[in-house]
Structures are given as C-alpha cells and as structure tokens.
C-alpha cells in the first residue's frame, strides 16, 4: 500500500523578490488545493533573520508520491509554479515511516524531483524584455557566462565573458581554460588558435561579452 | 540558452538577442575595431 508522503521545499528568495515570490507561491498552492491533491498543506514558513539562507519553507503532506508526480506534470502546475522556477530551492521528501529524516539519496522519488528541475526550467523560463536597471552581482554574471562556455558549440567557439575593469589580455587570466589551447592539438592548430585569440574588451566598463574569433 | 536558464535559475531575467549590423553593435556596446 502506498505511503503518504511529506515534501518540504526551502526557497532561496533574494530580498527585493520576496513579495513576487510570495504570490508565485500563493498561485501555486491555490492550483495544486483545488483538485484536492493535496491531503494537508501546512501555511508557507517565513524566516524570522533577513539573511537566512532559505527565507522560505513549504511543507506538503500528499496522500501518495503518485498524486505528487502527476500534479506536477499537469499543465496547469507548469503555469502556476511558473513564477517560482527562478528561485533557487532545496527539496527533501519524507515518508510516513521516517516522518523527521530525509529521503534516501538517490530514491526514485528524489531523481523524479531532479529531473521535474530540469523540465520547469526549460518549460517554464521566459524572455523578458523589460528591465528595472538593477546591477547584477558580479558572482551571478560569473555564473552566467560560465553557463555559456560550458554550452556546447560548433569547433569550440566559444564565448568569453569580460568584467568590468578589465584590460585587453585579461581575459585569458579569469578564465584560463579558454585562454590556453588545448596541449594535444597540433601545433598548427595551436599556433591558428593562438593567432585568433584576441580578446574583445569593453571601453564603455561594462560587462559584455564576445565570441572568439573562429580558427581553422 | 543555457545562460538564460542559468539566468532564471539566479531569478534573473533575460532574453535572446541579435544584431545584424555588426558595426552598429560594436559601436553600441564600445568594442574596439577590426585590427
């Protein structure tokens, strides 16, 4: 007989999102209510310390991991949970044997919920076209352009992001593993890349980013 | 697109871009010219 089974969810909500990512939350808690998925939905946790690394905890008691994998397959899930596929989010699951700890590593609950990750991420995300002028953090465009350059491309083209403050040549300094061609290739191909990596600075001092000039 | 779900991810948001006259984009964004 299937277990019931508890989920807590631990948000990471940036200070100036914490009131969109409250109603994202509501949104999608009265969508999963309303079918009566769910056995009992405990109120949404708030930390009490500004800074706490989660400043929000769910926790979800579901009747089965069945009913739980198919309210978050509907549709209508993706569209209401879709105000909170940008917040980081930690997810434990307990069953009712072992209400207090958390689920085993690798169960097959815990790789669904990994793999739900990665789909809400790619169905979920949308292009914006209007911005508030706020900076980025530095360690988030770092994140970012790494991003980028662990893409996959076409002959390694890939892109190289520059900071604010940087000099033409320092790129190959913050970020080493585009700086220097590969040592197994073949010196023409070494000396072709070497020729061609010349990296494309911003006099503006802000942080934008280039593509490598293609070598062959 | 692996950085604008990398962006999402940050609660940061973003979109896809492209600018065809390349001289235009150098010169918007202060990239110096071809050498």
Redesign the interface.
């Known amino acids: 007989m299937a277990e019931p089974v508890t989920l807590i969810n631990s948000f990471e ?2 200070s100036p ?1 914490r009131r969109n990512s409250f109603i994202a939350w509501e949104k999608t808690r009265d969508y999963l209510e309303s079918p009566a998925w769910i056995h009992q939905y405990r109120p949404l946790h708030q930390a009490v310390a500004p800074n706490a690394e989660f400043q929000f905890v769910n926790i979800a008691r579901w009747q089965t991991a069945e009913d739980f994998m198919t309210a978050i397959q509907s549709p209508g899930f993706r569209e209401a949970a879709a105000g909170l ?4 989010r930690t997810q434990r699951s307990t069953g009712s044997s072992a209400p207090d700890g958390p689920a085993p590593n690798g169960s097959a609950l815990e790789k669904d919920q990994e793999t739900m990750q990665t789909w809400e ?2 169905t ?6 209007s ?1 508030d002028g706020r900076p ?1 953090a530095a360690t ?1 465009l770092d ?6 350059r ?2 996959p491309s076409s002959q390694n083209w890939q892109a190289v992001g520059l900071h604010p403050g940087h000099r033409p040549g320092d790129a190959s300094a913050s970020w080493p593993r585009c700086g220097a061609a590969p040592a197994t290739w073949p010196g023409r191909r070494r000396r072709s890349w070497s020729s061609h990596r ?1 990296p ?5 001092g ?1 942080s ?1 980013i ?1 593509a490598r000039r293609r070598w062959r | ?16 871009a492209g600018v065809a006259d390349i001289q235009l984009a150098r010169e918007l ?4 010219g071809e ?1």
């Open positions: 909500v940036p999102t596929a940008g917040y980081r991420a790619i979920s995300r949308r292009n914006v076209r911005f980025i988030d994140r970012i352009l790494e991003a980028g662990q893409a010349r494309i600075t911003s006099s503006t802000r934008s280039s | 697109m692996a950085m604008t779900l990398a962006a999402a991810d940050l609660g940061i948001g973003s979109c896809h964004l202060g990239f110096p050498p």
